[in-house]
Each structure stands twice: as C-alpha cells, then as structure tokens.
C-alpha cells in the first residue's frame, strides 16, 4: 500500500460546527504533515508530527487542532473556523525527516466554511 | 530556506522533451534539491530528488550544476497527462518543505 488516503473528500461547516479531518498511510512512515492550499496558491505546512509527537507548529489558531493517536493516523479537529478557511487541505507522510526524504500526498479534502 | 526562481509559465508539445530550470543560488551544501508536481484538483506528486549528481528515474532526470545553484527538471517525452504545476524545493535537515509558486506546464496536443 504506497497511498495516503484522506477522508472526507469535500466538508462544508458553519462557524459553530466541530468538524475532523483524518488522513491515514500504511507505509511505516514515521513523520506526517498536515498543510493547507488556498485557490491557485501553493501549499502551506501547518503541522509536522515526527513519531507520533508534534514537531512543528506554524503558528497556526487555535481553532486547528491536530493529532496523532498511532503511527499510521493523523488527524486534524476543526472549531469555530472562519469563512476564511476554506481551503484544500493535504496530509502527507515521509518515511523520515532527513533532506532526502521524500514525501507522499494525499489527494485532499477540500473545505467549505459557510 | 533557500529561495528558488522559476519560470512562471511554459508550454510544450505532446512527445516532445520539456526542460524545467530552476534557480536556488542560495542553497545550502547539505540540501537535497526535490521537484514535485500537482496536477489540477489533485495533491502534490512527488517527481525527483538528488544531492549532487544527476538522478534519473521512471518518471524524469534531474541535471543539477556542478554548482549546485541551479538544477533542470527534463521530462523525456511529455505527455498530457504531464500538465501541471512544476515545484522546485530545495530541502535541508529540516522538516519544512517550502512550496515557491512553481511553474505551470502547459503540453500541446
């Protein structure tokens, strides 16, 4: 199994909804990455979780909240979102952190906050 | 992170090689240097990587400078299915993978 998979594949919220995304890789990667695309932008990292803690968080609010409860899952829990952050969001995974790692993408999930 | 220069935009015709340049003059010894490519409404593909010599895989080579300040992205024989945008992203010890705005393919029936 060499895919990342994500589900769901479109969500629309209203500002009040609680809302998770959840990515999931059976390669034995041991780092997973959540980042976000706005339209005809490239993409953004927002978390890195490297054996299953978190290792880099780009400043993102509050109201994304990721985590990783094994090795295999990663998701993101979503809260009071703006419509601001509507956006394709992508998880990836690496078989480690080092400069010639690789990383594998998902196809995304695109959301819609109304 | 090493900042990269890209052409915006390029066209090709379908079977015929397509050079992607890209410049990274300020890249670090120890980056490798990636190249990814994200078809419409699709993720990020991952393409290539390499440190110092050329790399060819399945998919494309990858030519870098013996400066290492630049490297081209060659796809052998373009096809449709090829069109998307190109990312150059050098890449160190650290995690980040920093997108640039990369170069949109465009391949010509």
């Known amino acids: 199994d060499t895919e990342v998979t994500q589900t769901p594949k479109h969500l629309v919220m209203g500002m009040t909804n609680k809302k998770s995304l959840k990515c999931e890789q059976h390669?034995?990667?041991?780092?997973m990455y959540w980042y976000k695309q706005k339209a005809k932008k490239p993409p953004e990292l927002m978390f890195v979780?490297?054996?299953?803690?978190?290792?880099i968080n780009e400043s993102v609010p509050s109201r994304f909240s990721p985590e990783c409860p094994n090795s295999s899952l990663l998701n993101l829990h979503l809260h009071a979102l703006q419509p601001e952050d509507s956006a394709l969001y992508l998880c990836?995974?690496?078989?480690?952190?080092?400069?010639?790692?690789?990383?594998?993408f998902g196809p995304g999930t695109r959301l819609t906050v109304l | 992170d090493a900042k990269t220069t890209q052409p915006n935009s390029m066209e090709s015709n379908e079977e015929e090689p397509v050079h992607l340049p890209c410049n990274h003059s300020?890249?670090?010894?120890?980056?490798?240097i990636h190249w990814y490519r994200q078809l419409p409404s699709q993720g990020p593909e991952y393409v290539i990587h390499?440190?110092?010599s050329n790399v060819n895989n399945r998919m494309a080579s990858l030519a870098i400078a013996e400066d290492r300040k630049s490297s081209t992205l060659i796809l052998h024989r373009a096809t449709l299915r090829d069109a998307a945008v190109y990312y150059c992203?050098?890449?160190?010890?650290?995690?980040?993978?920093?997108f640039g705005k990369g170069t949109k393919l465009t391949v010509n029936p």
């Open positions: 992203i050098p890449k160190g010890g650290s995690e980040k993978l920093v």
């Open positions: 990836a995974s690496s078989p480690g952190l080092g400069g010639g790692n690789e990383q594998f």
């Open positions: 300020t890249i670090s010894g120890t980056d490798y």
């Open positions: 390669m034995g990667h041991r780092a």
């Open positions: 979780y490297s054996y299953e803690k978190l290792s």
């Open positions: 390499g440190l110092t």
